[in-house]
């Protein structure tokens, strides 16, 4: 446990929810981190539901139910969920031109012991998390 390192920060409005997440990422130089915590609220989302390949977007008020994946200078993989003012839940792959409405109280955590990256590896289209031992 004590080669875990905590880094919390809080989003203002009108911040971009992903772009802040990797540029701390690139700023601290995360190698291999994971979200802690997340909540707030969003008044735009733009998230890629299951096997869809084009983001979805919505404006309104919406809260921040989850927000969980890796997260590494090397690429991130993030899914979030979301509960519009009626109580509706949606979630995906979160995209940049997620927009905080009043605040996103974000807590990533990460370890000195692996490095993330991000990689075809043949098993999917798609760059795939690769973990290398420290």
């Known amino acids: 446990m004590n080669?875990?390192?905590i880094h919390a920060f809080r989003l203002k409005p009108g911040e971009d929810l992903k772009q802040s997440i990797k540029e701390l990422a690139d700023e601290q130089q995360i190698q291999a981190g994971w979200i802690g915590a997340c909540v707030g609220s969003l008044t735009k989302y733009k998230i890629r539901f299951?096997?869809?390949l084009t983001a979805d977007s919505g404006c309104g008020h919406f809260e921040i139910i989850n927000l969980t994946g890796t997260v590494s200078c090397n690429g991130s993989h993030l899914h979030l969920a979301l509960a519009d003012n009626t109580g509706k839940t949606i979630g995906g792959h979160l995209c940049e031109g997620s927009?905080?409405?009043t605040t996103a109280e974000v807590v990533i955590l990460s370890t000195s012991k692996f490095i993330?990256?991000?990689e075809v590896d043949g098993s999917t289209p798609w760059k795939e998390l690769q973990i290398k031992s420290l």
């Open 3 to 5: 080669d875990i390192t």
């Open 99 to 101: 927009i905080v409405y």
């Open 116 to 118: 993330f990256k991000r």
């Open 50 to 52: 299951a096997n869809a």
